[in-house]
Protein backbone atom coordinates (compact mmCIF):
# COMPACT_ATOMS: atom_id res chain seq x y z
CA UNK A 1 0.00 0.00 0.00
CA UNK A 2 2.54 2.28 0.90
CA UNK A 3 6.65 2.18 -0.17
CA UNK A 4 9.32 4.15 -0.75
CA UNK A 5 11.99 4.13 -3.74
CA UNK A 6 15.23 5.28 -3.22
CA UNK A 7 17.48 6.89 -6.71
CA UNK A 8 20.72 8.47 -6.98
CA UNK A 9 23.09 6.27 -5.50
CA UNK A 10 26.37 5.87 -7.98
CA UNK A 11 30.26 5.96 -7.96
CA UNK A 12 31.52 9.60 -6.80
CA UNK A 13 35.17 10.49 -6.41
CA UNK A 14 36.61 11.73 -3.04
CA UNK A 15 35.29 15.21 -2.29
CA UNK A 16 33.01 14.46 -5.02
CA UNK A 17 28.93 14.96 -4.08
CA UNK A 18 25.69 13.39 -5.02
CA UNK A 19 22.11 13.91 -4.32
CA UNK A 20 19.61 10.82 -3.08
CA UNK A 21 16.30 10.95 -3.80
CA UNK A 22 13.08 9.09 -2.27
CA UNK A 23 9.64 8.71 -3.43
CA UNK A 24 6.94 7.63 -1.28
CA UNK A 25 3.99 6.34 -3.04
CA UNK A 26 0.69 4.61 -2.31
CA UNK A 27 -2.05 5.43 -0.08
CA UNK A 28 -0.63 8.10 2.07
CA UNK A 29 -2.91 10.73 4.14
CA UNK A 30 0.79 11.91 5.69
CA UNK A 31 4.36 12.37 5.72
CA UNK A 32 5.46 12.65 9.80
CA UNK A 33 9.39 12.08 10.39
CA UNK A 34 11.49 11.12 7.29
CA UNK A 35 15.30 10.25 7.27
CA UNK A 36 18.63 9.01 5.60
CA UNK A 37 20.17 5.29 7.38
CA UNK A 38 23.42 3.72 5.91
CA UNK A 39 25.10 1.02 6.20
CA UNK A 40 28.65 0.24 5.23
CA UNK A 41 29.86 -3.36 4.76
CA UNK A 42 31.02 -5.25 7.50
CA UNK A 43 28.68 -2.57 9.88
CA UNK A 44 25.63 -1.86 11.40
CA UNK A 45 22.87 0.63 10.04
CA UNK A 46 23.80 3.82 11.70
CA UNK A 47 21.09 6.95 10.82
CA UNK A 48 22.27 9.82 9.14
CA UNK A 49 19.67 12.65 9.20
CA UNK A 50 16.53 13.16 9.82
CA UNK A 51 13.66 15.89 9.52
CA UNK A 52 10.52 16.39 10.94
CA UNK A 53 7.22 17.57 8.73
CA UNK A 54 7.69 20.80 10.00
CA UNK A 55 11.41 20.92 8.30
CA UNK A 56 13.53 20.94 11.51
CA UNK A 57 16.74 18.56 10.91
CA UNK A 58 19.13 16.63 12.68
CA UNK A 59 22.52 14.91 11.80
CA UNK A 60 25.07 12.01 12.54
CA UNK A 61 28.25 13.95 13.84
CA UNK A 62 30.34 12.82 10.96
CA UNK A 63 28.28 14.29 8.35
CA UNK A 64 27.68 17.46 10.04
CA UNK A 65 28.18 20.34 7.61
CA UNK A 66 28.39 18.50 4.82
CA UNK A 67 25.46 16.49 3.82
CA UNK A 68 21.62 18.60 3.71
CA UNK A 69 18.39 16.67 4.57
CA UNK A 70 15.13 18.33 3.05
CA UNK A 71 11.78 17.44 1.71
CA UNK A 72 8.95 18.26 -0.53
CA UNK A 73 6.07 17.41 1.49
CA UNK A 74 3.52 17.92 -1.82
CA UNK A 75 5.95 15.52 -3.86
CA UNK A 76 5.98 13.82 -0.67
CA UNK A 77 10.22 13.22 -1.95
CA UNK A 78 12.71 13.51 0.88
CA UNK A 79 16.66 14.25 -0.28
CA UNK A 80 19.98 13.73 0.46
CA UNK A 81 22.26 16.27 -0.39
CA UNK A 82 25.87 14.61 0.49
CA UNK A 83 29.34 16.90 -0.70
CA UNK A 84 32.61 16.50 0.43
CA UNK A 85 32.05 12.74 -0.29
CA UNK A 86 34.64 10.63 1.85
CA UNK A 87 35.81 6.70 1.21
CA UNK A 88 33.64 6.30 4.71
CA UNK A 89 30.38 7.90 3.51
CA UNK A 90 30.78 4.51 0.74
CA UNK A 91 27.39 2.53 2.13
CA UNK A 92 24.08 1.53 1.28
CA UNK A 93 22.16 4.57 2.13
CA UNK A 94 18.01 3.92 2.65
CA UNK A 95 15.17 5.95 3.39
CA UNK A 96 12.67 5.86 6.07
CA UNK A 97 9.34 7.22 6.72
CA UNK A 98 6.57 7.20 9.44
CA UNK A 99 3.42 7.52 7.09
CA UNK A 100 -0.35 7.83 8.19
CA UNK A 101 -2.62 5.66 5.68
CA UNK A 102 -4.92 7.37 3.32
CA UNK A 103 -8.42 7.54 5.42
CA UNK A 104 -7.55 5.85 8.51
CA UNK A 105 -5.16 6.76 11.95
CA UNK A 106 -2.82 3.59 11.22
CA UNK A 107 -0.06 4.42 11.16
CA UNK A 108 2.76 2.46 9.49
CA UNK A 109 6.96 2.76 9.38
CA UNK A 110 8.24 1.81 6.01
CA UNK A 111 11.35 1.53 4.54
CA UNK A 112 13.00 1.55 0.86
CA UNK A 113 15.45 -0.81 -0.33
CA UNK A 114 18.37 1.17 -0.48
CA UNK A 115 20.79 2.86 -3.05
CA UNK A 116 24.41 2.26 -3.14
CA UNK A 117 26.74 5.03 -2.48
CA UNK A 118 30.55 4.17 -3.03
CA UNK A 119 33.63 7.14 -2.77
CA UNK A 120 36.42 5.79 -4.51
CA UNK A 121 39.40 7.14 -6.66
Known amino acids: QVQLVESGGGLVQPGGSLRLSCAAS????????MAWYRQAPGKQRELVAT???????SYEDSVKGRFTISRDNAKKMVYLQMNSLEPEDTAVYSC???????????????WGKGTLVTVSS
Open 51 to 57: ITSGGTT
Open 26 to 33: GRIGSIYD
Open 96 to 110: NADIRVLYTNTRVNR
